[in-house]
């Protein structure tokens, strides 16, 4: 299924220890929705939680049930990150004071919560999961391609670089 947005590889990897669930949920959030890969299904939880998350997240019960299901059983995982979304982790776990694992599990164990639909399909562009809301804009053109696919109405964006090559070929 190509979405004719442009493929732009993730700058980092990030390592954390968590919850052999989450893991699990992560690997089966990738089949679901026939995701590349479970890199691409955790940088879709980051964004929506980033962008679209509502409610008590961070709050002590829900961190202190994640510590909890670590403890019980965990495995170290790497994900591959933009800057952006390492950022925003990197931030949030010094603003809420706890480890970048906590965090991770944290936005993992938000997203169990809600609906498939919710988190994995709206576009949401990288680009917008920042610390500062100023810098929030809409979505960029490969986004609004994608958008436009998922929603049954393909449509090419006036210079979309990725569309212009496929044309060609």
């Not at 790497?78 to 965090?103: F, T």
Request: proline share 4%.
């Amino acid at each position: 299924r190509n979405l004719c947005a442009p493929r732009i590889m993730p700058h980092a990897s990030m390592t954390f220890t968590l919850p052999e669930s989450q893991i699990e949920w992560i690997k089966k959030k990738v089949k679901e929705n026939s995701l590349k890969d479970e890199g691409k299904a955790f940088r879709c939880v980051i964004n929506f939680v980033a962008q679209a998350g509502k409610g008590d997240i961070f709050g002590a019960e829900r961190l202190k049930a994640c510590e909890a299901e670590m403890e019980k059983k965990s495995a170290k995982m790497s994900y591959p990150v933009a800057e952006s979304q390492s950022n925003w982790i990197k931030n949030k776990a010094s603003e809420i004071k706890v480890g970048e694992p906590l965090v991770a599990s944290a936005v993992i164990a938000h997203c169990m919560g809600v609906t498939n639909d919710e988190v994995f399909k709206v576009v949401r562009c990288k680009t917008n999961t920042t610390t500062k809301p100023a810098e929030i804009k809409g979505l960029c053109k490969g986004g609004l391609e994608a958008q436009a696919a998922l929603d049954g109405s393909a449509q090419k964006v006036d210079g979309c670089s990725h569309c212009a090559k496929n044309e060609s070929s």
